[in-house]
């Protein structure tokens, strides 16, 4: 094969030989998961994502003694909409398949993280108890949905119940301390 044409040739004669069509050819022609880039720019992409989150977090740590009450809500509600979105973006495109999971993992963790800073504001048990069940269901949802047919799953049970139980601890602790006000 010298040729651009005897190589087209040959391309058309295999394709009608074993019955291919263009999209038959068309999607092996497509680049696959090996394709998709460099172990560098995977790396790089994770950095990057660690950079934000991390600059969101001393954001969050710098202003929060000058913002009120509906300002600490917003962000958090808002990080958690703006990561669900991007999410449900990435959903429309194969490339960013692997970006999606921890998308709505943090942006279900920055929502009901909202609804329980809420719930001190409002001083509402159900608020609390809301927000509680929203995270723990979902984190359970997620170790059962991802971990269940690995060898790490009994691991994974015996990490996210004290994860569980430190919640619990912790949503028994915030309503002590800043709705029922009592020691």
């Known amino acids: 094969m010298t040729s651009r044409k005897e190589a ?15 999209q038959d050819i068309a999607a092996a022609l497509k680049p696959g998961d090996a394709d ?3 172990s560098t720019s995977r790396i790089l992409a994770w950095v990057g994502g660690i ?12 202003f929060w003694a ?16 703006v990561m669900l979105v991007v999410a449900l973006v990435f959903i429309e495109n194969a490339h960013y398949e692997k970006s999606i999971l921890p998308l709505f993992l943090l942006a279900a963790l920055f929502q009901s993280g909202a609804i329980i800073y809420l719930s001190t504001l409002v001083r509402s048990r159900m608020l609390l108890f809301t ?4 995270m723990i269901g979902y984190l359970g949802w997620f170790t059962s949905e991802y971990f269940a047919d690995s060898i790490g799953w009994p ?11 430190g919640f619990s601890v912790f949503a028994v602790k915030i ?8 020691p």
């Open 8 to 22: 087209l040739d040959t391309i058309i004669a295999l394709a009608r030989e074993h019955e291919l069509d263009v």
């Open 36 to 38: 998709r880039g460099s």
């Open 51 to 62: 950079f934000i989150l991390c600059g969101l977090g001393f954001f969050i740590e710098t």
């Open 66 to 81: 000058d913002m009120n009450a509906a300002a600490r809500i917003i962000l958090y509600l808002g990080a958690g909409l």
């Open 131 to 134: 927000g509680t069940c929203a």
């Open 155 to 165: 691991l994974v049970l015996i990490i996210i119940g004290v994860v569980f139980i």
């Open 175 to 182: 309503s002590r301390d800043y709705i029922t006000g009592s």
